[in-house]
């Protein structure tokens, strides 16, 4: 079956434009996380959706950051206003449901914000 | 504060001869750890996990140990393969929690034919 998938697999943004990050987990899976790795960093974790439940936004960074999930199953990540700190992979992951710790990683959107 | 961590941001093997990696983690809530592996322009694979309620766990080539005592944690690839070089990195979690990972920065395997 298909795996989790991202898109665009790159984005380059001006500083100061909008940009959306598209990831379709697993289908089936209840619980999708996001996350984003800057360079030489670990995986830092952004947000979770669990089902139909209100998503735990801790991870975010600023207010420029949001993201939803429609339908329980596509997400979107939107920055609003980059900022050149922005600049990072962003990696989306599902599991089957909540608790569950193996996740299962798309392959990440590039983001290069000049 | 880093809660994982991963102290050798790289590691240099020859092939045939065993890796091993290694983990820390500061957090004793955690009970549950995964090891992936990340090639470039890919996400992170899954590779092998441990309970807290064990100490060993093994899976082909691939070795995870548990010191819970240290709150330490290693892989062991043996034997290694140049195929095996990619990034390694540790994560932790409390299971049945929401369930997002806590990763370590990576160690970067490179298994020289």
């Known amino acids: 079956g298909a795996g989790v998938s991202q898109s665009p697999s790159n984005k380059v943004t001006e500083k100061g434009k909008d940009v959306e990050l598209r990831c379709d987990p697993i289908s089936g899976h209840t619980a999708l996380y996001w996350y984003r790795q800057s360079l030489g960093q670990g995986l830092e974790f952004l947000i979770y959706f669990q089902g139909n439940s209100a998503p735990d936004k801790s991870g975010l960074p600023s207010d420029r950051f949001s993201a939803e999930r429609t339908g329980g199953s596509v997400s979107t990540l939107t920055i609003q206003r980059t900022q050149q700190e922005d600049s990072a992979v962003y990696l989306c992951a599902s599991t089957r449901d909540r608790g569950d710790p193996l996740q299962y990683f798309g392959p990440g959107t590039r983001l290069t914000v000049t | 504060d880093q809660q994982v961590k991963q102290n050798s941001p790289s590691l240099s093997v020859q092939e045939g001869r065993i890796s091993i990696l290694n983990c820390d983690y500061t957090n004793s809530m955690f009970d549950y750890f995964l090891w992936y592996k990340k090639y470039p322009a890919e996400g992170p694979t899954f590779l092998i996990s441990?309970?807290?309620?064990?100490d060993k766990n093994e899976d082909g080539r691939f070795t995870v140990f548990l010191n819970k005592s240290a709150k330490h944690l290693s892989l062991h690839i043996v034997p290694s393969q140049p195929g095996d070089s990619a990034v390694y990195f540790c994560a932790a979690s409390v299971v049945g929690s929401q369930g997002n990972l806590i990763f370590g920065k990576g160690t970067k395997l490179s298994v020289k034919p």
């Open positions: 441990i309970s807290s309620i064990k």
